[in-house]
């Protein structure tokens, strides 16, 4: 898996501050996507071991108290991401204590696969559905487009 950004303090992407992960890799190819950058998956940088223990340190560092891990991207659900992702958000929930994970996927809640579900089960909150162009609406929190559902799937 390629990623493009990592921000180890970020309190845009979800509630409280986070740590967040924009990965690579996206077959919606949205309309007015801000970040049709991140579509190709061998776009970005490698995702590597040493990216990923930093994560988890800093989803553990006292000296910031972070409210858990941001996923986007690109799409974290996107069939070649799902074996790291699936990897690093069991990492979350093994070695991280009291921190949420949200997702957000182009893909609804319905169209899931059993492997991208394996993901959705591990974390709390999916913000779900492909970005419309014809819906975006920049009063929502935490989504472009109307269309879009956060689901509250886990509780911390």
């Not at 991140?38 to 910031?64: A, H, Y």
């Not at 690093?88 to 893909?107: N, S």
């Not at 696969?113 to 999916?126: A, R």
Request: glycine fraction near 8%; hydrophobic fraction near 30%; charged fraction near 20%.
């Amino acid at each position: 898996m390629n990623y493009h950004q990592y921000y180890p303090v970020d309190v845009v992407n979800g509630p409280g501050t986070r740590c967040t992960l924009f990965v690579a890799g996206c077959e919606h190819k949205c309309r007015g996507c801000y970040n049709a950058t991140t579509w190709r998956v061998d776009s970005g940088k490698p995702f590597d071991q040493q990216l990923e223990d930093r994560i988890i340190s800093d989803l553990n560092d006292s000296r910031i108290v972070r409210q858990g891990l941001s996923l986007t991207g690109g799409d974290p659900l996107h069939p070649h991401n799902l074996n790291t992702i699936l990897h690093l958000v069991k990492r979350v929930r093994q070695e991280t204590i009291g921190k949420d994970i949200w997702l957000w996927t182009g893909y609804t809640l319905t169209e899931l696969s059993s492997k991208q579900m394996q993901i959705v089960e591990q974390i709390n909150t999916l913000i779900d559905g492909k970005f419309v162009e014809q819906l975006k609406d920049p009063s929502l929190v935490w989504r472009g487009s109307s269309n879009q559902k956060i689901h509250y799937l886990h509780p911390v």
